[in-house]
């Protein structure tokens, strides 16, 4: 038999070691802190949480409570024009897609609607936050950037490009959000002195963005673009005041700042209280609303409102933190009683 002249192979080399490094926090040695929950400790906390939320939630309650808000669905309002149908029937016409129809309402305050003043509208059932809703715009196109149509967003689509006899023209804005801008117009008029009452659509959008997020750029180049297919007139054309105009428009910031829920509400505009009549609000009593209807919302079971409302220093109308607190307050002085009747009854003597 022939022998083996070769050497087995050598494994006793060393291995790395996958220990830790012998440090306090690698081995778990730094100093720690465990609370050990006993009834001196519990129930102290139970009573104080309860004592602290009840007191603050009744003052948040209130707080809430003395806001004043009116709001008024104007969805299914009579067409001046066909004392016959709704106007939300005049649009279920696709051919009148596109135009106004007016509707006057009467809207009625109870009491007075002290301090400043504000108007909204308010959509149910819109849902802005759709993730290819959110995405179809073009931030570089709203900071005023020099772009050309072929430069825009492919978000955008199909709101981004339309072609008119070969030549190809970008819409300025581009995107579902802006094609679906919110153009309802109110007119509101007191029926105490037959005063309309004045408004301002300035203040109306978050400072930074009308300051940062949306500028208007320095050539418009307006043979190269054209108004999204629901606006009935060009971005540069919104308003004459210089200060809020094109996509510095404060309607068209509002708008472009979309919701979380599908049921919201955006400001609309601002009492205007320089009126000697207004000054401190506005009275009570009966209100004529002229509404230009131009925004269809049934073909999506959606609703519309207008909502007049003050603010306090809490914000607007809103009873959801104060119910909050009461409860979480209620809750804490609960179970602190009835713990405290057990620690007491069978707790270690």
């Known amino acids: 038999m022939a022998s083996n002249d070769q050497s087995p192979i050598d494994s006793t080399e060393a291995k790395p070691s996958r ?3 012998d440090t306090k926090f690698k081995q778990q040695k730094l100093p720690a802190w465990q609370p050990i929950l006993t009834a001196n400790t519990v129930l102290p906390a139970f009573f104080a949480i309860g004592i602290a939320f009840i007191p603050l939630g009744v003052a948040l309650l209130v707080t809430s409570n003395n806001v004043k808000e009116k709001v008024f669905d104007y969805t299914q309002c009579k067409n001046i024009a066909d004392q016959s149908q709704t106007c939300a029937e005049f649009f279920s016409n696709i051919s009148n897609t596109g135009q106004t129809c007016v509707c006057n309402e009467t809207v009625t305050l109870d009491s007075k609607f002290e301090g400043t003043v504000y108007m909204y509208y308010g959509l149910t059932n819109f849902y802005q936050n759709h993730r290819r809703y959110v995405r179809s715009r073009d931030d570089n196109q709203l900071h005023g950037y020099d772009i050309g149509p072929g430069d825009l967003n492919q978000d955008c689509d199909p709101y981004r490009t339309t072609s008119v006899n070969g030549t190809t023209y970008g819409y300025a804005p581009c ?35 009308k300051s940062v997020k949306f500028r208007n750029p320095a050539d418009w180049k307006k043979t190269q673009f054209t108004k999204p297919p629901n606006w009935d007139t060009y971005v540069w054309d919104l308003s004459t005041d210089s200060n809020n105009n094109g996509y510095i ?16 509400r955006k400001l609309y505009r601002r009492i205007n209280h320089t009126q000697t009549e207004f000054a401190d609000g506005l009275p009570a009593g009966d209100y004529s609303l002229q509404i230009a209807y131009r925004y269809p919302v049934t073909a999506f079971d959606g609703t519309k409102s207008m909502i007049l409302t003050t603010t306090s220093w809490l914000g607007g109308k809103n009873s959801f933190l104060g119910i909050a607190y009461l409860v979480v307050g209620c809750l804490c002085i609960g179970l602190g009683v009835f713990f405290l009747v057990i620690h007491l009854k069978w707790g270690k003597k």
């Open 19 to 21: 220990r830790p490094k």
């Open 249 to 264: 428009n404060e309607d068209l910031i509002v708008w472009m700042r979309t919701a979380a829920l599908p049921t919201f």
């Open 175 to 209: 995107g579902a959000i802006a094609n679906s801008l919110f153009n309802d117009s109110f007119t509101l008029t007191y029926l105490g002195s037959n005063t309309v009452v004045s408004v301002l659509n300035t203040g109306i959008a978050w400072v930074s963005d």
